[in-house]
C-alpha cells in the first residue's frame, strides 16, 4: 500500500499528466484504474431486528420483578419456575449478547481502517487537497458521519446488552443461592422431623 505521502504525489502526476496530454490513452487509463480504487468498498451496516433482543430483556426484568416479589415462605415451585425461565433467558442473552458486540467492533474497526482511509483517497481526488487536509476534511464527510452514527448506535445497544447480562447474571446466581439455601432447610427441617 502507498503511503500518504506516495499516494499524494501519485495523484498530482496523474492529474497533471491527463491535463498535459489530454488524448493520451495510457495515463488516461492510469486515472481511471486510480478513480477505481477510490470507489467506496466498504460493508453495509445492516438494520438489525432488536424485537427479540428486547422481548428477552423485558422477560427478564418481569422474571426480576416476580423474584423480588417472593418471601421466605413461598413455594419451592415458584423459585424453581423463575430459576428455570431465567436460565433459557440468560443463555439466549449471552449468545446474542457476544455476537452484537463482535458485529459492533467489526464494523467500528471497519469504520476506523477502511472507510477513513478509503474516503481520505476520495476526498484528495475530489478536491485535489493533500491527504493531510483530507485526514482533517474525512470526519465532516457526510458519508462518514453516517457511518460513524450507525457504528454508534450499533455499540450503544450492545453496551446496554453486555450491562443487562451482567445485571440479570448476578440476579440470577442470588436466585440459585436461595433455591439452594431452601432446599437445604427444607431438608434439615425434613430430617429433623
Not at 4 to 25: C, F, G, H, Q, T
Not at 31 to 59: A, G, H, M, R
Request: hydrophobic letters at 35%; charged letters at 30%; one cysteine or more.
Amino acid at each position: 500500500m502507498l503511503s500518504n505521502k506516495e499516494l499524494s504525489a501519485l495523484i498530482n502526476l496523474l492529474s497533471w499528466a491527463s491535463e498535459k496530454k489530454p488524448d493520451n490513452v495510457e495515463f488516461k487509463s492510469m486515472l481511471d484504474k486510480f478513480n477505481s480504487l477510490t470507489d467506496l468498498k466498504v460493508p453495509e451496516i445492516p438494520n438489525y431486528n432488536t424485537d427479540d433482543l428486547d422481548l428477552c430483556l423485558d422477560n427478564l426484568s418481569k422474571l426480576t420483578s416476580e423474584y423480588s416479589k417472593l418471601d421466605g415462605g413461598s413455594p419451592m415451585e415458584l423459585y424453581d419456575n423463575i430459576k428455570t425461565a431465567m436460565t433459557s433467558q440468560l443463555e439466549y442473552l449471552a449468545t446474542h449478547k457476544d455476537r452484537f458486540i463482535d458485529k459492533a467492533n467489526y464494523f467500528e474497526d471497519v469504520l476506523k481502517d477502511q472507510l477513513k482511509v478509503q474516503l481520505m483517497y476520495i476526498i484528495v481526488n475530489e478536491q485535489g487537497i493533500s491527504i493531510n487536509q483530507a485526514e482533517k476534511v474525512v470526519k465532516g464527510d457526510m458519508r462518514y458521519v453516517e457511518y460513524r452514527d450507525k457504528v454508534q448506535e450499533l455499540k450503544e445497544y450492545a453496551s446496554i446488552l453486555k450491562s443487562a447480562y451482567n445485571v440479570y447474571d448476578k440476579i440470577w446466581a442470588g436466585l440459585l443461592q436461595s433455591v439452594s439455601t431452601s432446599k437445604q432447610e427444607r431438608n434439615h427441617s425434613n430430617f429433623q422431623n
